[in-house]
């Protein structure tokens, strides 16, 4: 195998060694993919004006998240059924991100169980709720992240239905019989079979099982039955983001789900200037959906975000080498950072401020 000198060289590598359905069930956006492709295409068109004559031989890209301190500002976005990548799955993956100090959101999807991810972790973890129509299991799914000693939750927004992947559709996805949906099983529910030559398994599933109706009240109801903070995850527009700091919301993620939700809908990167002004510094404000390169963060943080997720590249690394190939992602990724920062003229991320943003040549004659 040629050496992966980047992120995108692992999900060429990754699509090697996946079959076809795994691997469109992760690669996939929704419809034409047109807010897949928008996402990195949003990233990359920004340029940045670097400082010089800065000594950047120290450089520090550390910074705190709800109260803790990580080496850089990356968590791993929640994403359902590592499984699929690897037979270790999610537990391959928690001892990778948490081995190097980061923060893993584990899904509600996971194809192994919180409980066990959480005892495979050596650090922070976060967990990704969905809501469902029975609130018994999302009750009880809150008590057990608690329980398990998750410190925080992402309330997963953007899910009313699901987006219509058509790859899964063509390829007739299907959840292995050896792969569960772990932390369903208790309640019956570990199974993703099915489907037709309409609707995927998955969106079969989701249709059944969650809650459409969700509303700022069902937010409301999440943040009586936990103590621990609440983050918001699917915001894409500034009056929502005010809105979910006013039902008590700790931190706000722009995300528009990887693309796979609503085909068409706006890039996150486009999004999140309008965010970082409607929230004023008053909660942390974290984007994924397209972040492939260091230099993104540095973009991100220019405009004001706090921190990054880090989607479908993470299981890139996993597919193609478990543990060892998410923990090669983590610090490729860490690398690129790290040599934007010092040509940037940015010795730590205090320093990363919207001067570094280039006005547009338009802009700039008019
Ligand atoms: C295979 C896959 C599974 C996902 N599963 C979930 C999930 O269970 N819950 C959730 O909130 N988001 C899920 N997401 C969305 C991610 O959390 C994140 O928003 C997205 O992957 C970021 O975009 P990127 O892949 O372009 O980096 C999933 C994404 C992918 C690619
Ligand atoms: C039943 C699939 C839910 C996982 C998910 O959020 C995704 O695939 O994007």
Sequence with gaps: MRVCVNLADYEQAAKLRMTKSAFGYYAAGAGDELTLRANVEAFQRLRLRPRMLVDVTQRDPSTTLLGHRVPM???V???G???LAHPEGELATVRAVTGQGLIFVASTMATST???IAAAATGRLWFQLYCFRDREITRSLIRRAEAAGYSAFQLTVDVPVLGRREADIRNNFQLPEDCRVANLE???????RGGSDRESSAQEYTDRLFDASLTWETVDWIRSQTRLP????GILRGDDAARGIDHGATGIVVSNHGGRQLDSG???FEVLPEIVQAVRGRVPVLIDSGVRRGVDVVKALAVGASA???GRPVLWGLAVDGQAGVERVLSLFRMELDNALALCGCPNLAAIGPDLIARRFAEFLS
């Design 308 to 310: 990054v997720q880090l």
């Design 77 to 79: 976005a929640p994403m």
């Design 73 to 75: 500002p990356v968590t």
């Design 186 to 192: 208790p309640y019956g529910l570990g199974s993703i």
């Design 114 to 116: 919180l409980e066990a």
């Design 266 to 268: 706006v890039s996150t």
């Design 230 to 233: 609440v983050m918001l995850k």
């Design 81 to 83: 059924f590592h499984r």
